[in-house]
């Protein structure tokens, strides 16, 4: 891997990730966790990430006005967040897709397809979640349609990425775990958010602040240590900080952005 760099926009805030790669695919070789982190094999992280993902899930599905009769989690990593929203939404029928072609181990209660294998169902989905996914490619334009390609006319797609613009950067520096490089390859702030978006044909109803836990991998990465359960539980303690500090100044981990498809 060549030495990467990172060059930012000093009016819109948006950072790209150089050099540029074709094809990012072989960063994930293996699918370890539900973002490519370190995994911890235990019932306790794994007790807490359930939490997380129920209460994150529960607040995107009040966010949307219903969900429809299908959806498709796009870029579904481990399956675990599906399986915990679908669980939510029992009168939806959910469908996960990512990079590989086998069926994530985590994922329940779901139809799995490779991304390479959703051709057949183009405009079938009433609601569309591309979660921290389109940060991983270069050539965000072209994921985007992809994504946008699954959702009906009319249906609802909800992008969420990391916040180029969150308060923890000033604190962390390059250390701060939105930037995960080389793996996230745009960085991306509100007003780059939905350029994008609007670009894509995307009509843009709202772009909501989400706090995402990041403490503990902070920590790790500016301790040059690997993820484990110490840090996720540092993460835990160090929560309400994290919440604290974004209330005041107003800028979250991440964004999540609801558009329709024209």
């Not at 772009?207 to 996720?232: D, E, K, Y």
């Amino acid at each position: 891997m060549p030495s990467v760099e990172v060059r930012q926009c000093v009016t819109c805030k948006h950072a790209t990730t150089f050099p540029a790669l074709p094809d990012v695919r072989f960063l994930y070789g293996e699918r370890e966790s539900q973002d490519y982190q370190p995994d911890i094999r235990n019932s306790l992280s794994k007790h807490i990430k359930s939490l997380a993902f129920r209460f994150q899930a529960k607040k995107l599905l009040g966010q949307v006005q219903g969900v429809g009769p299908t959806a498709l989690d796009f870029g579904c990593g481990s399956g675990q967040f599906t399986s915990t929203i679908s669980r939510l939404s029992p009168q939806t029928a959910w469908t996960a897709s990512d990079f590989f072609e086998d069926r994530p181990q985590e994922l329940t209660g779901c139809v799995y397809k490779s991304n390479n294998r959703l051709d057949d169902d183009k405009e079938q989905f009433d609601l569309v979640l591309a979660l921290h996914v389109l940060e991983h490619d270069d050539n965000t334009g072209a994921l985007l349609a992809q994504i946008s390609t699954c959702a009906k006319p009319g249906g609802t797609i909800i992008i969420e990425v990391p916040n180029v613009e969150c308060s923890w950067i000033r604190i962390f520096g390059r250390f701060w775990d939105g930037w995960y490089i080389p793996y996230h390859r745009h960085h991306v702030s509100r007003r780059s958010l939905v350029k994008a978006l609007e670009r894509g044909g995307l009509e843009v109803s709202a772009v909501h602040g989400i706090t995402a836990p990041t403490m503990g991998r902070s920590l790790a990465n500016l301790f040059g240590a690997r993820n484990n359960l110490f840090w996720l539980l540092i993460g835990v303690a160090l929560h309400p900080l994290q919440l604290a500090g974004e209330a005041l100044s107003g800028q979250r981990t991440a964004l999540r952005a609801v558009g329709r498809k024209a």
